[in-house]
């Protein structure tokens, strides 16, 4: 019988808190504007394939689907607290040799140039004309990505304190 190992991870982990938000808010952005370009087409034609006595309501469906996709706009806080909740727990098992706070300071500050690009990034595809309106009202999402690179730094400020508090004797576990 093979016994399971526990996969080392930690600081490392950051990228792919990085790369995964940037991810879900470009997504989040491509497909609010993309329903908003196919809502008024998509009504119409449903509407007229739709038999003379249904009682099926296109139109308000059709809204409350885009009132639903801009939903994902206030839930980007709880994705950032689970995948800090994730990292936390990663790199609670990572700081065994106080080298790794060396490496861990190498690796904030290519965590946070990547964030930096990634949030610009972001802001060079949300200010472009075809994308403004419709970032407008994903103001958390743009709130969070404007500030993305501090944002790493805390979560990495957190990390740090969380598991030097677990190894000075704070917590019996983390």
């Given at each position: 019988m093979e016994l399971l190992k526990i996969k080392k991870s930690g600081f490392e982990d950051a990228f792919f808190v990085i790369a995964f938000l940037f991810a879900v808010t470009i997504f989040v952005l491509v497909l609010a504007k993309a329903y908003g370009e196919i809502q008024q087409p998509l009504n119409e034609g449903l509407t007229n394939a739709m038999p003379a006595d249904s009682n099926v309501n296109v139109t308000t469906t059709l809204n409350q689907l885009g009132t639903t996709i801009f939903l994902f706009?206030?839930?980007?806080?709880?994705?950032?607290?689970?995948?800090?909740?994730?990292?936390?727990?990663?790199?609670?098992?990572?700081?065994?040799?106080?080298?790794?706070?060396?490496?861990?300071?190498?690796?904030?500050?290519?965590?946070?140039?990547?964030?930096?690009?990634?949030?610009?990034?972001?802001?060079?595809?949300?200010?472009?004309?075809?994308?403004?309106?419709?970032?407008?009202?994903?103001?958390?999402q743009e709130l969070f990505m404007k500030f993305l690179p501090y944002l790493i730094i805390a979560i990495f400020i957190a990390i740090t304190a969380a598991v030097i508090w677990s190894r000075g004797g704070g917590a019996s576990t983390l």
């Open positions: 706009d206030k839930l980007l806080p709880f994705l950032i607290i689970g995948l800090f909740g994730f990292v936390l727990m990663g790199a609670s098992l990572y700081m065994g040799h106080p080298i790794m706070s060396f490496v861990g300071i190498i690796i904030l500050g290519v965590a946070v140039l990547l964030a930096v690009i990634y949030a610009n990034v972001y802001h060079q595809i949300s200010s472009n004309p075809e994308f403004s309106d419709t970032n407008a009202q994903l103001g958390i």
